[in-house]
């Protein structure tokens, strides 16, 4: 919840051209690209390829999950795309089976 996106569609369309450079501010000031790629369909190779290319084209936001099964391929291409790590967003999911209910 600290990372909230504060902007409509009119806001982030209000003359801008949308582009893997195009970002939106959170709430804690940061900016995120809102344009990423998205890895579900990709797996070995060919996903790491892909989000080198990506990262070659601009594009510094990465969506990917546990259950996409190319977690180590993404993490591979991010550490040799020569680009810091502090300028990748990495987006992922968490599934229900590694979440415990507190009492």
């Known amino acids: 919840p600290d990372k ?3 902007a409509s569609a009119s806001d982030l369309m209000a003359g801008s051209e949308l582009c893997p450079s195009t970002t939106v501010a959170l709430h804690d000031g940061s900016q995120i690209p809102i344009i990423g ?3 579900w369909s990709s797996s070995g190779r060919e996903a790491e ?3 080198l290319w990506a990262i070659q084209y601009g594009y510094r936001h990465i969506d990917t999950a546990h259950f996409y099964n190319n977690e180590a391929e993404v ?3 991010i550490r040799k795309c020569g680009v810091s790590r502090d300028e990748i967003f ?4 968490a599934s229900l089976l590694y979440m415990q209910q507190s009492v």
């Open 4 to 6: 909230l996106i504060r």
């Open 37 to 39: 790629l998205g890895t």
């Open 75 to 77: 993490g591979a291409a």
């Open 90 to 93: 990495v987006v992922t999911k």
């Open 49 to 51: 390829q892909a989000v």
